[in-house]
């Protein structure tokens, strides 16, 4: 279809047949003659479009189903369980090893270890190492199991020392609750912007004890079974764990019943002794993840139990007793509660959209690479496995990274879908980062694949903010012979990898410490009121995790890209962290400009001997803006010795780089001086952009582009322009005043070869 618009110039009479003659059979084969090969672009080629064509495939088009994330574990509809559920012995003491070390993890830099500490605080438990509440740094990894011994007899006697007297003579549980407010700094992005970014991680912590009057009283006792005195975990679907647990862990039933069988367990080897409970839970305060569109909240919960084993003089009083043996056992779970899921149709329609765009891109750009090749006259009268074979060479010339992130309607619609479910995606892989010790998970093939595909979403945010600096640079004053400012291939997937690196965590410079403390009513139905009423430290609050721990770890990659070119910038002076792609005229009116977003290189280009052009003489102009630094007398130095001068230019330009340059910018600039080098590169150039499947739409069916036909008058020479760039009448070094219009046709009547040397 084609749209009225005001007619142009008058046409010159003159044999149009002939002008395309030359350009289709005179450059036969020209896509061969001027386009070098690479192998290793020819391979960086298939694993990019690969990786791009398989993207929703090996990352799913959404969250469908918890159930189908590699290794969650659904416990609601809208719950899962991302960490764990973990049941684990950390410690089992006696008072008679003196000699072994224990260590630190568990009571200082695990998340377990918080309300260990709150209650150490709390009762002033003096035997807990001030390097454990971050008052000084440990010497080491591990502490003396004397030590390790003493800090748990001594905090479960303290605990019973603080408790109501009443409740010690009715021989019942007792309990203390406090609320605390405590850091977590455990993955490298956490040490970006701390004070920004970083919100600690409120909590309430309860400690039950059982005394051993009443654990050996009972036959069996179900902590959850004393009304009151609950702990505050008998309420949570988790600690069912043949629910909740996942096939590689084993099944027990519910945590009561698990400590229950421990109880006896202990009792049953140690007649003559009495043993007692204390049970440590911690319960996160839910807070809201805004680091997307989805909303949702991880709050992890733990629970410590200590039992003790004691001799004592009178068992059935259990009076005068010394500790012979303590058990640190714990468990803990990470559950997330996200309405992701809801917004499932949604993510999916937009990923399945782009990913079948740029499987059109990639059908089409291979298409056009056959079509291209049949219409030489080399090939008029080749069979289709020799056109495919011609087709298929021209299209391993292309750099794959430029399909990659040359199309912005598909760049956009990834990028909406990364900022819709990117909340409950990066909390995922932040605790499949380390186990319970603090030591790097071994992932399996399938959800290593499934991590890297998720965290390298970003991928996409990065090329949408490339695209915009490049439209935004190429809009004033801006013509097709400055080239597009860009950048080299792969440089944004090195970028996406790097944010990779702030979900890792490090050992020993995890921060737990605890900011704040207090202690409030051990009653359930006190709390709600407390809550209700609004106390401080009660209500949970924001955390800023998904899209900004991209936002962070982008902002650490600028400052070193900064650093580096001032650094290089004072040593060198010159430095270019962005190169430019010379493209022809046909840029920024046949097809955007953003196509050339990712730079071609140098080494695309064909090496030709190339005219003396006085801006690319580099020797003379890097002397001159040494002269302007440095002064005459510091040049004269330098130009002393022809080899320290050749000396200083290799170390500026790498070997063909500068020569490369000076023939693309010269041969895409001049179009009455083209050689057929230079011709094939701008019909490749073309053939790679027009492909777009919008472009292709826009120039073959949805109203068109008006071409003109161009003759030199003084040469005789033809060439096909843009009827926008004559209008406009572009600065650059085109002799308007010397050309005349032969013809005007529209794009949509033109043969696909006379459109590849548009420009």
Known sequence: MKIAQSPGPPAIATDIDAVKDRWIRHRSMIFDMGIPFSWLRFASSLMSIGLLCTDV???????????SIPGAVVIEPDTLETYGPWAYDVQMLSSEDKNDTVGIWSYKFDTTSISWRAFAQHLNVTSFPDCLHYNSDCTSATINQTIAFKMIDELVEQTVAYCSTEQQKRAAPSSITVRSEALLLAAGHHYLLTKLFVTPLRRTHQAVHFPASLVMRERSINVCAFRGFRPHFCHDLWQNFNRSSNTGWYSFGHIAKDIQSKLHELKTHNPGSVVDLTVLSSREDTMLNVGGLTQGACPKVDVSTVMRVRSCRNVLTADSCTTKLVRDHRYETDQCTSNATDWFPMVRAIRITAQVYFIARVLLLLWGCVLARSQEAAYENATWLALARAGLRTFARVPAQGIVYGSPLPILLY?????????????????????????????????????????????????????????????????????????????????????????LQFHQLRDTRILNLFEIGSSPDRLAAMRAFGTPLLWGSVISEGVFVDT??????????????????LALNSWVPMSRTFVPYSAGVLWPVVAFSVNWGADFFPVTEAPKLSRFSSGRSILSRFSSRFGSNHVQALTSSRTQSMMILKAKWPRNRKKRL?????????????????????????????????????????????????????????CCLPYATYADRVDCEIPWYRMEVVAVKWSTEMTWSELLHCG
């Open 662 to 718: 000076e023939v693309a910018h010269l041969e895409l600039s001049n179009v009455h001086a083209r050689s057929d080098d230079g011709h094939g590169v701008v019909a490749m150039m073309n053939l790679f952009a027009m492909t777009d499947p919008l472009v292709w739409l826009r120039l073959r069916w949805i109203g068109g582009h008006r071409i003109c036909y161009m003759r030199n008058k003084d040469t005789g020479a033809y």
């Open 57 to 67: 495939v090996r990352s799913t088009p959404g969250i469908r189903s918890y159930k």
């Open 552 to 569: 962070k770890m982008l902002l650490a990659m600028f400052c070193v890209v900064v650093g580096t070119y001032v650094v290089t910038r």
């Open 415 to 503: 990028t909406i879908a990364y900022w819709i479910d990117t909340p409950i995606a990066y909390q995922i892989i932040a605790n499949r980062m380390c186990d319970i010790d603090g030591n790097v998970v071994k992932l399996g093939l399938k959800e290593l694949t499934w991590l890297m595909a998720v965290q390298m979403r970003n991928v996409w945010v990065l090329g949408l903010m490339l695209q915009l600096g490049v439209s935004l640079m190429s809009r004033r004053g801006w013509t097709p012979p400055q080239g597009i400012i860009g950048l080299p291939e792969f440089s944004l997937s090195s970028v996406s990898a790097f944010t990779a690196l702030g979900q």
